[in-house]
């Protein structure tokens, strides 16, 4: 059975230049980018594919890790023209192995617009990976509904990777332990899901989805918290007066994904949650690289049926994104 994995990082040196020559004092994710990890980042050859063998997947859809180009400014914009080409190259020569997902130039609403629209029509690329907030400006800024328009009459989908929430956040809720542990708690061990979450909910909010009712996001972890709250925030229906119930959006216009969080119990919760027809399959490479098959074996080892892990493995995602096939 094939199987695609869709939130599978790689980091460009120009890009990496780019955060250090505009460091952000208040942003230390880059200290997550070191050694091994960075060694597997930067390399889309021979060792990557070896180690897609090694777990059992068949395809990567590559993406800019985070933060992306979400804190550069101008220079984001040919940093992703280029980032993308680049992408698009990768799969030009290895078409049965990688696809792509678009980085965008958030700090310029209108040029990320047309970037999404170039690397869908022009190089191929499936949507866009995003990391929610750019600076100040949350996911449902109205900067950028002319991108969600541009990617619902494209028929793509945004994925909403998570990013480390804002210092004022972190120092009242993620701090107070030593450094390693606070940069831990802000990212991978909490902040990062809350942060990536919470931008959904505020598309829901904000009437995103009634605006334009056929835009697809997607989350990585399980839904980043979301799903697994769903009946408290089914209250937000009478104080924020939605055009439908909180769990029609979900249902609707989000697909969750699974992060190499192996977990069957999270599986069983998204399919009692969304159904079998939104659940995407991702191992999150590198970070959560594992060895001995591991991606095969937790996609054999679930209890959903032949046509339901067809769907997960790949079924699903080819539907999504194949407008431009």
Known sequence: MKLIAIEEHFLTKEVRNAWQKNADKDDPTHKLHFGEIENRLEDIGNSRLQLMDETGID?????????????????????????????????????????????????????????????????????????????????????????????????????????????????????????????????????????????????????????????????????EVILFYTERLASLNRAAKLDKPFIDYVRQNLYVTASGMFSQAYLQRSVETIGTDRILFSADYPYQYRQGRDARNFLEATALGKEDKEKFAFKNWERLTNKFA
Not at 186 to 212: M, P
């Open 59 to 223: 395809v990567q859809v590559l993406s800019l890790t985070s933060p992306s180009l979400h804190n550069l400014g101008s220079e984001s914009i040919s940093l992703a023209i280029q980032t993308n080409d680049y992408v698009a190259e990768i799969i030009r020569k290895t078409p049965d192995r990688f696809q792509g997902f678009a980085a965008l130039p958030m700090f310029a609403p209108k040029e990320a617009t047309k970037e999404l629209e170039r690397s869908v029509k022009d190089i191929g690329l499936k949507g866009a990976m995003l990391c929610g907030r750019t600076r100040e400006k949350n996911f449902d800024h109205k900067d950028f509904w002319e991108l969600f328009e541009c990617a619902q009459a494209l028929g793509v989908p945004l994925f909403i990777h998570p990013q480390i929430p804002q210092k004022a956040i972190r120092d009242i809720y993620y701090s107070g332990f030593d450094e390693l542990t606070d940069l831990a708690f802000s990212t991978f061990g909490l902040g990062w899901h809350y942060e990536a979450g919470v931008q959904f909910v505020r598309l829901v909010l904000a009437g995103v989805f009634d605006r334009f009712p056929n835009l697809q996001i997607i989350l990585g972890h399980w839904g």
